[in-house]
């Protein structure tokens, strides 16, 4: 069984640039939920895709997008890229949207300059 | 104020000590309670979790949650050095809301 990976490790922009991640889910999982997780903050929830569209959404602005694939893999996107955007950026993957056994990935962590 | 509470630690105890881990939450809706562990710099590891109000046994690890009080526990027996991580209690409605994580230090 293929656990949750995510590319890339580490990635440094500037203000104002666009980023993307990528996560492949879990092998038999259909749902994938990215978070992004502040230095000593827990995971903050930001979208969750399923059959390649959006089911639910947290507390974040437009510029952050995301893309589900018909192999489940996903993209968050982050456009006009701000200081406060550093973090660690997580994706978890489950089955039929659900919140538990949610099983994440290692992370992208973002730096922002 | 927040919908989870957690004390961020440290919490820092010897070898072979019980550990108790909690958060406090708000809201209502809430009827799955997990338990991550993450090690510095990695992803958030699945630990256990519970539906509703109750006790649950793994191994060395048991969740308990009461409804009633809002509270949602964790307890490491005979904890290791191993067990040196950030623990996450995160309960769920349509989505999982996590505590700010307790960093636990077990020291031989």
């Known amino acids: 069984e293929t656990g949750v990976t995510q590319s890339p490790t580490h990635l440094i922009k500037t203000r104002g640039q666009q980023v993307t991640l990528r996560c492949s889910s879990q092998?038999?999982?259909?749902?994938v939920s990215w978070y992004q997780q502040a230095l000593g903050q827990g995971p903050q929830f930001i979208f969750q895709y399923y059959r390649e569209e959006e089911n639910g959404r947290g507390n974040f602005p437009p510029r952050f997008s995301g893309l589900q694939f018909p192999n489940y893999s996903s993209e968050l996107n982050v456009n006009a890229l701000e200081l406060d955007d550093s973090a660690l950026y997580l994706c978890a993957s489950s089955v039929d949207r659900a919140f538990y056994e949610q099983y994440f990935g290692p992370g992208t962590r973002l730096t922002v300059t | 104020q927040k919908e989870v509470e957690q004390d961020p630690g440290p919490l820092s105890v010897p070898e072979g000590a019980i550990v108790s881990l909690n958060c406090t939450y708000s809201?209502?809706?809430?009827?799955?309670f997990m338990w991550y562990r993450q090690y510095s710099r990695k992803g958030p590891e699945l630990l256990m979790y519970t539906y509703s109000s109750g006790n649950k046994e793994d191994g060395r690890f048991t969740a308990q949650v009461d409804k009633s009080s809002k509270y949602i526990s964790l307890f490491i027996r005979d904890s290791q050095p191993s067990d040196s991580a950030t623990y996450l209690c995160?309960?769920?409605?349509?989505?999982?809301?996590f505590g700010t994580g307790t960093r636990l230090q077990v020291f031989p």
């Open positions: 995160a309960p769920a409605a349509d989505k999982l809301i």
């Open positions: 809201n209502s809706a809430f009827q799955y």
């Open positions: 092998s038999g999982h259909n749902t």
